[in-house]
């Protein structure tokens, strides 16, 4: 079964390979806008990023990364770029500022809501009173000592 995976995973492989003809003749130049591409989302898949998207859009974006890179624009003036056609959508990992900060928070702020609600929950539980055993009568008690004379 895991070979049969890593089977499709190796024959799948080129599908995520850039087209030869995209690639800068730079290998450092190339790595870094790589790197931008992982960090780009694909408008047009949404759910993958720049650099595994077939997409036209995705081509033309990588296309667009390599130019600016070309033409000396640092990583920070490449994300504003797309930032301010597409939105904070198109990446990755959205900048946590502005509204996103909301998203950010909501996380963690969920986690600790839960824990404070279970605990309280736990603590009311250990308030409260065991029930106490019911006592036997005088005569309950009398025909229990017979049954267990028997």
Not at 99 to 106: E, G, I, M, N, Y
Not at 120 to 131: F, M, V
Request: aromatic content about 8%; charged content about 25%.
């Amino acid at each position: 079964m895991i070979r049969v995976a890593l089977l499709m995973i190796l024959l799948a492989s080129p599908l995520w390979a850039l087209d030869p003809s995209e690639m800068l003749p730079d290998p450092a130049l190339e790595a870094r806008a790589r790197a931008i591409d992982h960090e780009l989302r694909c408008v047009v898949c949404q759910s993958e990023s720049v650099a595994f998207s077939n997409s036209n859009w995705a081509e033309d974006a990588r296309r667009t990364v390599r130019e600016l890179v070309t033409d000396g624009a640092t990583d920070a003036e490449i994300m504003d770029f797309f930032v301010a056609r597409y939105g904070e959508f198109v990446l990755m990992s959205p900048r946590a500022s502005g509204s996103t900060w909301v998203l950010w928070a909501a996380g963690p702020l969920m986690v600790l809501l839960a824990a404070a609600v279970g605990f309280g929950y736990i603590r009311s539980r250990a308030r409260t009173a065991a029930p106490q055993e019911a006592q036997l009568s005088e005569a309950e008690e009398a025909r229990l000592r017979e049954i267990l004379k028997e």
